[in-house]
């Protein structure tokens, strides 16, 4: 499904997709919104920032950051083809 879903983005990008699922897992819930590329995620390698929750995880266990960390690595990664000095 969630290859599904990958494909058809590009075609269906008008509408929004609704995901249910029975999984409770954290890294299933990070799969199942990174695979539209839902708004508020961002994946970068092993990292999965979600802006909403204010969550950063590595490979789906949550990281525990103070607020500047969070901050600090999410302009990071929202940022992370451009140059920083």
């Known amino acids: 499904m969630l290859e599904y879903i990958s494909a058809s983005e590009a075609e269906f990008s008008f509408c929004s997709i609704l995901f249910l699922s029975s999984k409770n897992d954290d890294i299933d819930k990070i799969l199942g ?3 539209g590329q839902c708004k508020g995620m961002l994946t970068i390698g092993e990292f999965t920032l979600d802006k909403e929750s204010s969550r950063i995880y590595k490979n789906g266990k949550e ?6 960390e969070f901050l600090l690595l999410s302009y ?3 940022n992370a083809d451009k140059i920083i000095s």
Do not use: G, P
Request: negative net charge; charged residues 25%.
């Open 63 to 68: 990281i525990d950051l103070t607020r500047s």
């Open 76 to 78: 990071l990664m929202e």
């Open 33 to 35: 919104m990174s695979c």
